[in-house]
T-cell receptor, first 112, second 117 residues
């Protein structure tokens, strides 16, 4: 059974800190790994990663994939209170399936 | 575009009642997904459609759950009879299938918060 595991489940830091969120996976026929941010409502897309070792970056957020060790990390530098959210990792398995398997999410709280 | 539209936004019902959740995907998108989110199990895919045809319903918990997509702009998820353990947020998402089967971003609706008493 395809599985995605995120850690930690919950993290509380102070504004300005740097955080690293982890995602490991076990899926057959891996296609891509995605990161989503969920504030109070619907998840919104952050990154899609398909190749090992290539960092994707958007402002203070960056992410990288290791297909050999089957994990990804999401880094947030100089955190702000607006970064407080649940961060979801999902993996697309099987060609053409468009089907995502989500992890439990990491609840990140940034205190001022 | 208005994005994915779901209704109702909140639903409170009693055990045993029928519940119908509705979704209007983004115009032009050919994939539609129904998810359920709970604290215990996270975000789970229930069923998804491609061009109005159900492709994978392996996530549907049991026969009490059914989903339909009569046309490209409307889908329903029905629970009959509802039980307290069905209480969750139900999300609908849509996407445009990529060329060659590559993944394209799924856009999520605001969700329906269902409470079954």
């Amino acid at each position: 059974e395809d599985k995605v595991v995120q850690s930690p489940l919950s993290l509380v830091v102070h504004e300005g800190d740097t955080v690293t969120l982890n995602c490991s996976y076990e899926v057959t026929n891996f296609r891509s790994l995605l990161w989503y941010k969920q504030e109070k409502k619907a998840p919104t897309f952050l990154f899609m990663l398909t190749s090992s070792g290539i960092e994707k970056k958007s402002g203070r957020l960056s992410s990288i994939l290791d297909k050999k060790e089957l994990f990804s990390i999401l880094n947030i530098t100089a955190t702000q209170t607006g970064d407080s959210a649940v961060y979801l990792c999902a993996v697309e398995a099987r060609r053409g399936a468009q089907k995502l398997v989500f992890g439990q999410g990491t609840r990140l709280t940034i205190n001022p | 575009d208005a994005g994915v539209i779901q209704s109702p936004r909140h639903e409170v019902t009693e055990m045993g009642q029928e519940v119908t959740l509705r979704c209007k995907p983004i115009s032009g998108h050919d994939y539609l997904f129904w998810y359920r989110q709970t604290m215990m199990r996270g975000l789970e895919l229930l069923i998804y459609f491609n061009n109005n045809v159900p492709i994978d319903d392996s996530g549907m918990p049991e026969d009490r759950f059914s989903a339909k997509m009569p046309n490209a702009s409307f889908s329903t998820l029905k629970i009959q009879p509802s039980e307290p353990r069905d209480s969750a947020v139900y999300f609908c998402a849509s996407s445009l299938g990529g060329a060659g089967g590559f993944y394209n971003e799924q856009f999520f609706g605001p969700g329906t918060r269902l409470t079954v008493l």
